[in-house]
């Protein structure tokens, strides 16, 4: 065969190779755009958000005040296989040591949340720690389970900013809005630790901010301005759904600068809770008073009370 015929032979094996190539590409892409679309095709609900015990204790508030977040940070793991249970544990456990907490971890079956998120936690740097509820997406490893988890963190940020009264908006590519990847806070905020996720997970699975950001609207458009958390019996936190709440703040003069927590039995009396305590000049969310021996009491989690003379109230729980 000549050289002449060889050269437009060769062309063709590289036209086709790289049509091959595209096509890899855009059955890739077209498989990943389908993400929402399964879970909406196939009725895939979220599991209802527990609350479960947390032991960060470094209660600050947000740059506005208590309860005042202005987005949620979305995060992932990057620890293959490990559920949220598995990730609740690490981080209680871990947290003095790797300096790092957030609000919440969802997976394929759970929506766990371990601190109150009217407190900020350390999860993306000062900027963001001062600002925003955070949550970590476990990593999954069938398309089918990655459907269901980021399913659940989903429905996790649309149910917080329903809550706190934000819109959902997408910060990723302007630097503004509610809904922030920590690749985002990052990019604009640069004291994040040079962290990108959930981005290069996202990938992974052809998934986006954007599709994310889109998948938050449709929970937030069904919800009926309610924000459900299950709050059980073993669970360590009031149902912060309730508008009925006022605050606390602990007084700075008692001793040693913490105030120790009692539990309230079935007959009424209180017995102090060994290692739970709350610091001085922190605030707290109450949703119930309760008398026992001449003294009186506000709860501040599902089964935790506040002695009221250890506290001063700045908000009264309305009638």
């Not at 598995?86 to 040591?97: A, D, I, P």
């Amino acid at each position: 065969m000549s050289k002449a015929r060889q050269v437009p032979k060769l062309l063709q094996i590289v036209v086709a190779f790289a049509a091959f190539l595209l096509s890899l590409s855009g059955a890739h892409n077209v498989h990943a755009e389908t993400i929402n679309e399964y879970i909406e095709q196939n009725n895939i609900q979220p599991n209802e958000i527990h609350r479960v015990n947390g032991t960060f204790d470094q209660m600050f508030g947000y740059r506005n005040g208590v309860g005042r977040p202005e987005g949620v940070v979305i995060h992932e793991t990057a620890t293959p296989g490990a559920s949220a249970w598995n990730e609740v544990t690490y981080f209680n456990r871990e947290w003095r040591n790797a300096q790092t907490y957030v609000h919440a971890f969802a997976d394929a079956n759970n929506i766990l949340q371990i601190h109150d998120t009217d407190y900020g936690v350390w999860g993306a740097g000062p900027w963001a720690n001062s600002r925003m509820i955070q949550i970590e997406l476990c990593e999954e490893n069938t398309r089918a389970n990655f459907a269901r988890s980021v399913n659940n963190q989903a429905y996790f940020t649309a149910v917080m900013l329903k809550r706190y009264g934000l819109t959902p908006s997408l910060a990723d590519g302007n630097g503004s809005g509610t809904i922030w990847s920590h690749n985002a806070i990052n990019q604009y905020h640069p004291s994040a630790g040079g962290h990108t996720d959930p981005i290069g997970y996202f990938n992974k699975w052809g998934y986006t901010m954007w599709q994310f950001y889109e998948l938050v609207q449709y929970h937030f458009n069904r919800l009926n301005g309610s924000a459900p958390v299950n709050n059980g019996t073993t669970n360590n936190a009031t149902n912060s759904n309730s508008d009925k709440t006022g605050t606390v703040r602990i007084n700075s003069n008692i001793r040693n600068n913490l105030t120790l927590l009692s539990s309230r039995q079935d007959d009424g009396s209180m017995t102090i809770i060994g290692d739970r305590a709350l610091p001085s000049a922190s605030n707290w969310k109450i949703d119930k008073v309760a008398t026992y021996a001449g003294q009186t009491y506000y709860r501040v989690s599902t089964n935790e009370w506040v002695l009221a003379s250890e506290c001063t109230v700045t908000k009264y729980i309305p009638e």
